[in-house]
């Protein structure tokens, strides 16, 4: 709702009331209506302030509504009420003005905002676009290519940003719906004929069509296959080259496509996924609700490869003391200024000044009794972890939590290293740290609901999503990937190519296919893995494409051997133009070696086609999702989405791959499981799982009422 006073004796004041963030729902578009309709029917009132509780103007439309038929007033008419309204508005911008906020702050006459305030069009990451006349007016007011940029990325700007880009009129550090109802008074006398956005022509641009192009292109590549940002980049084309009228006639078409999409569904459930995620619990019962963080103010991080550096640059710029350790004096020495110049570069980008003197180095462990928490990110090897966590729990002050940036290995037999085994969790980080959004918090059998709290407390800290899972081999991302690599590597085996999948799951909306993703990562890491697995080794007297019983690709490990470790190397599954090259390209000598391989195993190379890659690769791993799900390894198929979109690139647009399977329909996720395992008996990752088959026996639920059907999330190992 909204509420309506008269202040200064001849300013309305309509405030917007629907905590925590204005949202339009119903009842507050009902509000505006109504006390819009008082304040111009006020004769003693000469300007009108439109202001949101609580320091928060306007959060925009209620995305909790779109899922059901509208009521109550819609949002176009009403900003056109308010753009034509006779005695001038101003809107009085703090905190945040978003989408709808910001699309009727657009319909105002004069916008006033707190230099910290937060204004943008994100629609976008919702599967829409700025459907309230946004994509029409924001060009007529700062013009195409700024508009395009803020409409199409969806990015917010600071109050002083927008008044650079002439967004706002005017910026303040002092009380905003203060300085709004000033500014009202002096505006009062002046009819606001010519502050209607809406009929500002469109600035002139010298080259419409190539600045078109190069947004379309940018976008096309930016999200494949996503269909907001194409209509986004035609939504602002139309405010470009038509009158305003068609210009918005152009944006209800656009937007009723997308509107009903299965995008905008997927990007609105990732939406609120991610915030669900934050209300973890573990199998005792413990809550987020219920648990009180640590406190961390000083933190040290082990080891200073790329992930130890990215980890110590996140928490330095989450305002946390850091001691950055490391024993080899030389990459000591390379760290520090790779963090440095990190930290200056994020500064810069964040106009602040670099918090240099929050990181200390040491290259000894001395500095861990000094410190609230620990942060091991040393080389992915179970000894060497176990040996710095003795040491620790040696050496930390009573209370320090101790964690481990392994990407999964046990924090049990880590925890069982330490006097404390309760103020161990592990704290999966994704590469590059500093960057990524993703955090996986994993809870062993004993850490305490304290230490599982901080480490998602100090994971927020860091501007990431945390997701609280259980432990097991790979936790959850990594753990669902194997049968998603294997199911390539299987499909190279039966007469594909690297280029061909890779083109099918871009296709699908991957930033990059998997054979494309281990070259950059480096092969060398998988193959490290498995040797540690004992897996390089076949059995004596049984096929080197069998290992441990199952169906077993020993290609990566090949290449590995003749040391194609990826672009470092400049050979992997593709060529590059020399080590460390971005460019892949395809390999002769690969296709060659795929022959070979395939007459040395008696395998005849087939025909496989665009729906059995996609069709092997995602479900093995969807079925791989239910069965974390059945284990109770994550809590809910939103824990899964949110690691998919946020850790492993899975396209927002198609919501993570639970999300998706509900999307296929889980009775085709399970026909053709069951198809694909009948053919591939020898691959168990094919064999559909019991929650799988059970949520279909039970009606295919949607997928907020998986829940029902699963365990309390626990440990398993
Ligand atoms: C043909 C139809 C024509 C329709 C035309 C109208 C279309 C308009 C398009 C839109 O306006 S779409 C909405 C655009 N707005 C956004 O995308 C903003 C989304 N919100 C945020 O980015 C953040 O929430 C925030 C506003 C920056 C605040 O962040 P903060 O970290 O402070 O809090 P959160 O934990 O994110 O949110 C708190 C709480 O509020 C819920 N919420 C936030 N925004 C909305 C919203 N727009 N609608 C409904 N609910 C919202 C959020 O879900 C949290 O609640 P929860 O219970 O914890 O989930």
Redesign the pocket.
């Known amino acids: 709702m909204a509420q309506y006073s008269r202040v200064s004796g001849t300013v309305g004041l309509i405030t917007l009331l629907n905590p925590?963030?204005n949202?339009?729902s119903a009842a507050v578009r009902q509000g505006i209506v109504d006390t819009m309709d008082k304040a111009l029917s006020d004769r003693k009132v000469k300007s009108v302030v439109i202001c949101g509780h609580n320091g928060?103007f306007c959060?925009?439309?209620?995305?909790?509504e779109f899922s059901s038929p509208?009521t109550g007033p819609?949002?176009?008419p009403l900003i056109q009420g308010v753009e034509s309204a006779a005695k001038p508005v101003v809107a009085a911008i703090e905190g945040?003005a978003?989408?709808?906020?910001l699309?009727l702050a657009l319909g105002c006459h004069y916008r006033i905002a707190h230099s910290k305030a937060?204004l943008g069009l994100?629609?976008v990451?919702?599967g829409?676009l700025?459907?309230?006349g946004g994509s029409q007016r924001l060009p007529r007011l700062i013009g195409v290519p700024a508009a395009l940029d803020l409409i199409t990325t969806g990015r917010h700007v600071t109050g002083a940003e927008a008044l650079q880009l002439g967004l706002v009129d005017k910026v303040t550090d002092r009380n905003t719906v203060d300085e709004a109802v000033k500014f009202a008074l002096s505006v009062a006398d002046q009819p606001p004929n010519s502050r209607r956005v809406s009929t500002f022509p469109c600035p002139r641009h010298p080259d419409l069509d190539a600045l078109f192009e190069g947004a379309m292109q940018r976008v096309r590549q930016r999200a494949r296959g996503a269909l907001a940002p194409v209509a986004c980049v035609q939504a602002v084309r139309a405010a470009a080259t038509l009158p305003y009228a068609q210009g918005m006639e152009r944006e209800?078409e656009l937007?009723?496509t997308l509107?009903t999409s299965g995008q905008a569904r997927a990007q609105q459930y990732h939406?609120?996924a991610q915030?669900?995620v934050?209300r973890w619990s573990m199998p005792s019962g413990a809550r987020w609700d219920t648990t009180k963080p640590g406190a961390v103010h000083k933190a040290m991080v082990i080891g200073l490869g790329t992930m130890g550096r990215g980890i110590s640059v996140a928490l330095v710029q989450a305002g946390v003391s850091v001691v950055a350790m490391e024993t080899n004096e030389k990459q000591l020495m390379e760290a520090k200024q790779a963090i440095s110049s990190m930290l200056e570069r994020g500064a810069k980008r964040r106009g602040v000044a670099p918090a240099l003197d929050k990181i200390g180095y040491s290259s000894n462990m001395e500095p861990a009794a000094d410190v609230d928490l620990v942060i091991e990110a040393v080389f992915e090897d179970m000894a060497l972890k176990k040996k710095v966590f003795q040491q620790l729990s040696a050496l930390c002050k009573p209370g320090t939590f101790l964690c481990s940036n392994t990407s999964g290995l046990d924090i049990d037999q880590l925890a069982s290293e330490t006097r404390h085994p309760e103020l161990v969790v592990g704290m999966h980080f994704f590469a590059p740290a500093h960057v990524m959004k993703l955090l996986e918090v994993v809870y062993g059998s004993r850490s305490s609901p304290q230490a599982v709290a901080t480490a998602m407390e100090l994971g927020k800290q860091m501007g990431k999503v945390s997701v609280a899972v259980g432990n097991c081999r790979g936790f959850v991302g990594n753990r669902m990937l194997k049968p998603y690599l294997e199911q390539a590597f299987f499909l190279l085996e039966e007469g594909t190519t690297p280029e061909f999948v890779d083109q099918v799951l871009e296709e699908f909306g991957f930033a990059m296919g998997v054979f494309r993703m281990s070259d950059l990562s480096g092969l060398d890491v998988g193959w490290r893995v498995r040797k540690a697995d004992g897996l390089l080794n076949a059995s004596e007297g049984h096929s080197a494409r069998i290992r441990q019983g199952c169906r077993y690709s020993p290609l990566g490990d090949l290449l590995c051997e003749q040391g194609r470790f990826g672009q470092k190397t400049g050979r992997g599954w593709y060529q590059y133009d020399k080590p460390g090259g971005r460019v892949a390209k395809p390999d002769p000598w690969l296709h060659g070696f795929l022959e070979k391989f395939r007459t040395q195993h008696g395998l005849v190379a087939r025909r496989i086609d665009h729906q059995e890659v996609l069709e092997r690769c995602l479900y093995a791993l969807m079925n791989e999702g239910f069965r974390i799900l059945e284990d109770g390894i994550a809590a809910g198929p939103e824990d899964i989405d949110v690691i998919y979109v946020l850790g492993y690139s899975w396209p927002p647009h198609r919501g993570g791959p639970m999300f998706y399977a509900g999307m296929v329909g889980l009775q085709k996720v399970l026909e053709r499981l069951e198809h694909y395992h009948q053919e591939h008996p020898d691959i168990p990752s094919l064999k559909p799982c019991n929650l799988l088959r059970n949520l279909v026996v039970n009606g295919s639920p949607p997928v907020h009422k998986w829940r029902e059907f699963l365990k309390k999330p626990q440990s398993q190992l």
């Open positions: 925590p963030v949202a339009l928060k959060g925009g439309a209620d995305i909790r509208l819609p949002l176009i945040v978003l989408g709808g906020g699309e937060r994100p629609e990451h919702l829409l700025p459907g309230a209800r937007m009723a509107f939406f609120f915030r669900a934050g």
